[in-house]
């Protein structure tokens, strides 16, 4: 039986070369039948096809097999030098479009071309902006496994169960590589190795530290324990707070039962379980009484920045509320006055049990005429500090409103009902006529108060417009 020569000797003798290239090695050498086919035939021409070399390195990048049949026939040879930033496309080229291989070969060579890739991709980084390196650096694995796998004509899932073989055993990858197994196969046989070594790492992994516990208690004196946040923050807000961009909810839930409630329709949400485990249930989270402590208010010439809306998923005010609630909130926020707190209720009576804030919002809730006696009578009886801001939203407005006297009123805000999914069923959007908004504005004009037309005014189902014919 004849003896194949070893190539990492047989490059000793041929001083054009430093070594042999990383990348040489991801391809199988020749079956030992094939490789004496390939003596024979170098033998009878006496010369043998250009073996590839690295420009900048010396190093042999393809042609092992050729090199030991050179060595055993001593037969002449050519070089030619290839640029390192063409290597991977030449020898990926002439290895993988001039050989047969099999699917699995194939997503194991893509697997071990997978480390070439990510290196180019480093290098293309170098000469980018320093932002644009740290935004593509979270992406750089899956892009350079995406290019082998295209290189090699396989999908990327091909590719990571390739990387699963090779991690749990270089050596069966090797007989997929050889085309002794399927990738399939290679699964199966290396599938115990690696169940034992997530039993060890399951074994080795330390034991989780248990978070702090948070208690959320409700109006009727429920409780219920969740994982405290480590930092209780603000909230940044969407589009539908449009006039703050914090929101910050130590107590949610309301029992006012308006069909149309935004608020509503988020805690009985399956994404917010975890925080809202009573739902819609009154609740008080004293954890997030530290949020405007915590919150760094940004250096911002945008108003809104400093802005936090109080308890948008309920209301604070209403009269299930327990007093406590509301003056351990109120207490919060004089602990940080830095903030301007906006505050909105259907029942602005009880404004009348805190101290002022300086900065402060107090606003009371429109949405019916029948609303405005009750809000008028009750925005003007407590007291009036310098510095706040007593306020009136119309949102939704839902029927043709009148004000008598708006002396007291700081800013009047006009909205429409948004869609909202309830417990019992689909809500769709309503927006009110366009004469109505129209006759809210004379109004404030009229009496000299600032008004803000929400959005939702011209989106679905949007505010009729009148649109009339001449006489």
């Not at 070893?6 to 003798?13: H, K, P, Q, R, S």
Request: aromatic share 10%.
């Amino acid at each position: 039986m004849k003896t194949l020569p070893n190539i990492n000797e047989v490059i000793a003798d041929y001083p054009e070369f430093t070594g042999i290239h990383p990348i040489a090695n991801v391809f199988p050498m020749k079956p030992d039948d094939e490789f004496w086919e390939l003596v024979e035939h170098i033998r009878l021409v006496g010369v043998a096809d250009k073996l590839l070399r690295e420009k900048e390195t010396g190093l042999l990048i393809d042609g092992r097999n050729r090199l030991m049949a050179v060595s055993i026939t001593h037969s002449l040879f050519e070089i030619e030098d290839i640029p390192s930033d063409a290597v991977i496309a030449y020898v990926t080229a002439k290895n993988l479009h001039a050989k047969k291989f099999n699917a699995s070969q194939r997503a194991m060579i893509a697997e071990r071309l997978r480390p070439f890739y990510d290196a180019q991709a480093k290098k293309r980084q170098i000469r980018k902006p320093a932002d644009s390196v740290v935004q593509e650096v979270a992406q750089q694995n899956t892009k350079a496994r995406s290019e082998a796998g295209r290189a090699a004509g396989v999908n990327h899932t091909y590719v990571d169960q390739a990387r699963k073989v090779m991690e749990a055993s270089p050596q069966v990858a090797q007989n997929v590589l050889d085309g002794k197994l399927t990738l399939k196969e290679a699964l199966v046989e290396v599938a115990p190795i690696i169940a034992a070594a997530k039993r060890e790492d399951v074994a080795n992994r330390p034991s989780p530290v248990p978070r702090e516990k948070a208690l959320i208690v409700t109006a009727d004196g429920r409780t219920s324990e969740i994982d405290k946040p480590e930092k209780p923050l603000f909230n940044q807000t969407n589009d539908s707070v449009s006039w703050a961009n914090w929101t910050w909810n130590p107590v949610t839930g309301c029992e006012h039962g308006c069909k149309f409630c935004y608020a509503r329709e988020i805690a009985n949400s399956d994404r917010m379980a975890s925080v809202y485990p009573f739902q819609f249930a009154p609740a008080f989270h004293d954890y997030r009484l530290s949020a405007p402590a915590n919150t760094k208010r940004k250096d911002s010439e945008d108003s809104r920045d400093g802005r936090v809306f109080v308890c948008s998923m309920a209301d604070l005010f209403g009269k299930w509320v327990p007093d406590d609630w509301i003056k351990q909130v109120f207490s919060a926020c004089q602990k940080s006055p830095e903030w301007e707190y906006l505050f909105l209720t259907k029942w602005p009576k009880r404004y009348s049990m805190i101290a002022s804030l300086p900065k402060a919002w107090f606003g009371a809730s429109v949405i019916k005429q029948g609303d405005v006696d009750r809000v008028t009578r009750d925005m003007t009886a407590f007291d009036v500090h310098d510095g706040i801001t007593r306020w009136v939203s119309l949102e939704p407005m839902l029927e043709p409103i009148v004000f008598g006297d708006l002396s007291w009123c700081d800013l009047m805000v006009i909205g429409a009902q948004t869609s909202t999914r309830q417990p019992d069923g689909f809500v769709p959007a309503f927006s009110p006529k366009f004469e109505w908004v129209a006759d809210l504005v004379a109004q404030c004009r009229s009496q000299n108060v600032p008004y803000y037309l929400k959005p939702n005014l011209l989106s679905e189902p949007g505010m009729e417009i009148a649109q009339m014919e001449p006489r």
